[in-house]
């Protein structure tokens, strides 16, 4: 599962759910569709929201502390199912994908049924996995190219 630092007060249920929440929207919409193949998951959900592509405004400070400003508009997706268990699952991903986002929203949807949590979460280790790579990947990428400063004393008081 990601690394992801859950709020202070949040349930350990929360932040296992908002983990494999944060896992599907980084992943790829064929990995959200093998996970569900490998779940064996045949009920086809019912909408509740059947996925819906809309804009949002994100907004940015500069320095991280200082005033926020409207950095621009980001083209967002959501879903929102119900399983007949009566479970319902949610997604809302950044881009166009219909598809993607109620595949997520499946898959948030089945791992709220406790006997499937495990089985959820070993289907999107693959993901997990992948992404870690591409982070480590990154690290190193930034790593070959930083340059370290120093002050060097000049020995005048």
């Known amino acids: 599962m990601p690394d992801h630092t859950p709020p ?22 064929e990995e959200l569709r093998d996970a569900l193949a490998a779940l064996g998951a045949a009920d086809d959900p019912e909408d509740l929201r059947p996925p819906e592509t809309g804009l949002v405004m994100t907004r940015g400070r500069i320095g991280g502390d200082g005033r926020p400003f409207n950095l621009g508009e980001a083209t967002v997706t959501r879903a929102a199912v119900r399983l ?15 598809a993607k986002a109620r ?3 499946t898959l948030d949807a089945l791992w709220q049924v406790r006997a499937r949590r495990g089985a959820v979460e070993a289907a999107l280790a693959p993901v997990a996995s992948r992404r870690a790579a591409e982070r480590a990947a990154e690290a190193r ?10 002050t060097m004393a000049r020995g005048e008081d």
């Open 141 to 150: 990428r930034i790593a070959a190219t930083r340059v370290n400063f120093f």
């Open 103 to 105: 595949l997520a929203a």
């Open 84 to 98: 007949p268990g009566g479970e319902t699952g949610f997604a809302y991903h950044l881009g166009r994908d219909r």
């Open 8 to 29: 202070s007060g949040e349930t350990p249920d929360l932040a296992a759910r908002r983990a494999v929440m944060a896992l599907c929207g980084e992943a790829r919409a």
